[in-house]
């Protein structure tokens, strides 16, 4: 055994310590007393969960607060002040920025992610290319896929769709969308559908990002997903105008969504940051109750979007602190239901991104966090820190503990 943890408590049975043995990067063996390893490390009772997934944030723009203004603060604004700064953007400046808040991910305890990235006419492939250098400096303690989309349009841009399939070519595992950018919405949906056929890869939506309930293109999304025979490789995010839906027709939705097969995303700090800004007072939040999908068996995930850009001017790639958020603004108090927060950022999302190879079972690549924590729940209310991270059992991250001073 290269690695054992010691009292070691897991999510599914909390109540319980148990040692697991890490070989040759995967878990070997999970039981009581098992032999010391090369190293052992005592966890004295805290969690160790597997590694945090994050299944939506834009690397290619982050950490642009500092180029750009945020005077409205709505999502018109965002795409066009990331707009006018985009040309400047080259491989090196993405590459670094993309770098910067994979650090912040990866300390935080994230050990897979899916990225989106844009492409269009005006920035071209250097949004892939620099998010790709970032990802090969990385990948010793993060795997990162990317997911290729247009975010100013694609019928509407002539060119994006041939970048789009470029990019899909050059190793995109995932085809995104932006309908509400688009003059044709349904139109892009369908070419969207066709590029996944195409290339035999998952789709990862942003979609319905308002809260005007005057149309919804999840419909469009789950019929062209039966059509297509996708269900199961399908996700939405942000999806906001579930948010306004009074209960029976948020419910209908549930139903249909699991029944399609359509997972969904929720970016609380985004949205709660975009949304609702027409109003003068009581301003809605336009976070989607995602909790309550997961009652009708709907694959959800929280995530954190955006990192310090006009999107989200806030950041530490804390997933953690995401479960945290959601569970304030979605007035979470029920244990069960906080440690449903938990799953969502973690075997939630696996889910969510296809990840066969993840989990906390023998033979699984020891992708694994320790969370200064005895209790799921307790780890969301209290939003306890990552002591320690693992990559294929390679340690990554050592948080240590605070000390305090002698009074």
């Known amino acids: 055994m290269d690695l054992t943890f010691r009292n070691a408590r897991l999510m599914e049975a909390p109540d ?17 007393a098992l032999p010391d390893g090369a190293r052992t490390l005592d966890l004295e009772g805290r969690l160790l969960l597997p590694g945090f997934v994050e299944t939506h944030i834009h690397l290619d723009k982050s950490c642009i607060l500092h180029r750009c203004s945020s005077e409205r603060g709505d999502v018109a604004e965002a795409i066009s002040e990331v707009s006018r700064v985009k040309p400047d953007f080259t491989e090196e400046d993405i590459a670094e920025r993309a770098g910067r808040t994979l650090r912040k991910c990866v300390v935080n305890g994230t050990t897979r992610i899916r990225t ?33 989309f247009p975010q100013e349009g694609l019928l509407n841009n002539p060119g994006t769709d041939e970048l789009m399939v470029a990019a899909l070519k050059d190793g995109a595992r995932c085809v995104g969308a932006t309908p509400y950018t688009d003059t044709d919405p349904n139109g892009q949906i369908d070419r969207v559908f066709e590029m996944a056929r195409e290339f035999d890869v998952d789709i990862d939506m ?26 199961g490789r399908v ?4 999806v ?19 029944t399609a097969g359509v997972a969904v995303t929720v970016l609380p700090s985004t ?23 997961l009652e009708h068996g709907v694959t959800c995930s929280l995530s954190t979007n955006n990192v310090l ?45 296809n990840l066969k190879d993840y989990g906390i079972s023998v033979g699984k690549t ?42």
């Open 235 to 238: 996700a939405i995010g942000h």
């Open 271 to 293: 949205d709660l940051f975009l949304m609702g800004r027409e109003h003068d007072y009581s301003v809605p939040r336009g976070v989607t109750p995602v909790h309550k999908m």
């Open 16 to 32: 319980r310590m148990l040692d697991v043995g890490v070989a040759g990067g995967r878990i070997a063996a999970i039981g009581e």
């Open 206 to 231: 942003h979609l319905d990002f308002s809260t005007d309930l005057s149309s919804v293109d999840a419909d469009y999304v789950m019929r062209k997903t039966d059509e297509y025979g996708w269900g």
């Open 240 to 258: 906001s105008k579930f948010s306004a839906m009074p209960p029976a027709q948020f419910e209908d939705y549930a139903r249909r969504l699991a």
């Open 309 to 353: 850009n006009p999107f989200t001017p806030f950041g530490d790639g804390s997933l953690i602190r995401m479960a945290n958020l959601y569970a304030n603004v979605a007035q979470i108090g029920r244990t069960e239901m906080l440690k449903a927060c938990l799953e969502m950022v973690t075997s939630r999302s696996a889910r969510l991104m």
């Open 366 to 407: 020891a992708d694994l966090v320790v969370i200064d924590n005895s209790d799921p729940s307790m780890a969301v209310a209290e939003l306890s820190q990552p002591l320690y991270a693992f990559k294929a059992g390679r340690q990554t991250v050592h948080r240590p503990l605070p000390v305090l001073g002698d009074g």
């Open 116 to 148: 989106h990235v844009e492409v269009d006419p005006v920035i071209g492939l250097r949004g892939l290319e620099g998010v790709k250098a970032a990802i090969a400096d990385w990948r010793w303690a993060v795997e990162t896929e990317i997911c290729v």
